[in-house]
C-alpha cells in the first residue's frame, strides 16, 4: 500500500469517527430525519455542482445507477436516518461502536447468505469482535442506556451491511463526485416524507454549535468522505479499504470524549481495542496476499468504463 492510499484511509477512518459526535449535536436541537433532509439537499447541490464544473456527467451506467440508488436509500436514508433517530437518546461513542461492527456483519452475512467462505482468522475475528461490543455495552446497559436509541442504531447498522453487500464492487470511475452528489439527493428526497409524518411541529433551537456542527456534516462526512472512500476503494479495492475500519472503535469514544465530556470508562478503552483487533482480522483474512491490490482495482474500474 502507497503513502497516499494509506493517508487517505487514515482521514477516512478520522472523519468517518467524528461524524458521530457532530451528529450528537445536532439532533439534541434539530429534529434529526429533517437535519439529514437539509444536509442530503446541500450536500447533493454542492457536490452535483462541483462534479459538472469537472465535466462529469449524469450519463452513468446500470451499476452506477445501482450504486447511486442502494446507498441512497440504505445508506443515506435507513442507515442514517435510525441512526440520528437513535443518537437522541444515546450517546455518539456508542452509537460509533454499534456501526463499527459493520465489518464483522458484513463478514458473518456474506458467510451466512453469500455462501463465502470464512478462514480461520475471520471466525476468531468476529468473536474477538462481538466479545468487545458485548463488554462496552454490557456497562452501558447496566448505567441505563436507551433501549429505544439502542435498537435503532443496531437496525442502523444492519442497513448499512445490506448496502455494502449490495454494492460491494463499487468504486470510483470518472463520474464519482457525480455519483456521490447523486446519492445523497436520493436519501434527501426519501426522507422528505417520514420527517414530515414524524416530526412536524418540533422546533429547530439555532445556535453557532448547531450551525457548525451541520456545516460540518455537510462538508467534512457527506461530501469528503464519501469521495476519499470511492477513489480508496479505486486505489486499493474494498476489501483493503474496509480494513481501516478497525480504527473507528477508538477513535469514536476517545473523540466523543474530547468534544462532547462522554464517559470514558476503562470498559470503553478494553472493548474498543477489542472490537478494533477483531475487525482488523477479519478484514486482513479477506485479502488475498497473491493478489495485488492494484490489479483488483484496475479490473474494478476497466469493468465500469
Request: hydrophobic content about 60%; overall charge positive; charged content about 10%.
Amino acid at each position: 500500500m502507497d503513502l497516499k492510499s494509506l493517508f487517505m484511509g487514515l482521514s477516512f477512518a478520522a472523519i468517518w469517527a467524528s461524524a458521530f459526535t457532530a451528529t450528537r449535536v445536532v439532533v439534541v436541537q434539530m429534529p434529526p430525519l429533517w437535519a439529514l433532509v437539509v444536509r442530503f439537499g446541500i450536500s447533493a447541490l454542492i457536490a452535483i455542482g462541483l462534479a459538472a464544473a469537472m465535466g462529469q456527467s449524469m450519463r452513468l451506467s446500470r451499476a452506477e445507477w445501482r450504486t447511486v440508488i442502494v446507498f441512497g436509500l440504505c445508506q443515506n436514508a435507513l442507515y442514517l436516518g435510525l441512526n440520528w433517530m437513535g443518537m437522541q437518546w444515546i450517546e455518539a461513542s456508542a452509537a460509533a461502536i454499534i456501526a463499527s461492527m459493520m465489518p464483522l456483519l458484513v463478514a458473518f452475512a456474506g458467510w451466512a447468505f453469500l455462501g463465502q467462505r470464512l478462514r480461520p482468522m475471520a471466525v476468531a475475528g468476529l468473536v474477538i469482535g462481538v466479545v468487545g461490543v458485548v463488554i462496552i455495552m454490557g456497562v452501558r446497559l447496566s448505567h441505563g442506556m436507551d433501549l429505544r436509541g439502542l435498537a435503532m442504531c443496531l437496525a442502523a447498522v444492519v442497513a448499512l451491511t445490506v448496502a455494502t453487500l449490495a454494492v460491494r464492487n463499487a468504486g470510483g470511475g470518472p463520474n464519482v463526485l457525480m455519483i456521490v452528489g447523486l446519492q445523497m439527493a436520493v436519501g434527501s428526497v426519501a426522507l422528505v416524507i417520514p420527517s414530515l409524518l414524524l416530526e412536524w411541529g418540533r422546533e429547530v433551537h439555532w445556535t453557532p454549535e448547531l450551525a457548525g456542527a451541520l456545516g460540518f456534516s455537510i462538508l467534512i462526512p457527506g461530501i469528503l468522505a464519501t469521495f476519499i472512500w470511492f477513489r480508496l476503494v479505486t486505489r486499493i479495492g474494498a476489501v483493503r479499504a474496509a480494513a481501516f475500519h478497525f480504527l473507528s472503535p477508538p477513535l469514536g469514544v476517545a473523540i466523543a470524549a474530547f468534544w462532547l465530556g462522554e464517559r470514558f470508562g476503562w470498559s470503553d478503552v478494553i472493548g474498543s481495542i477489542i472490537v478494533a483487533v477483531g475487525i482488523l482480522m477479519v478484514q486482513l483474512a479477506r485479502v488475498d496476499p497473491a493478489q495485488p491490490a492494484s490489479s483488483s482495482a484496475t479490473r474494478r474500474t476497466a469493468g465500469r468504463s
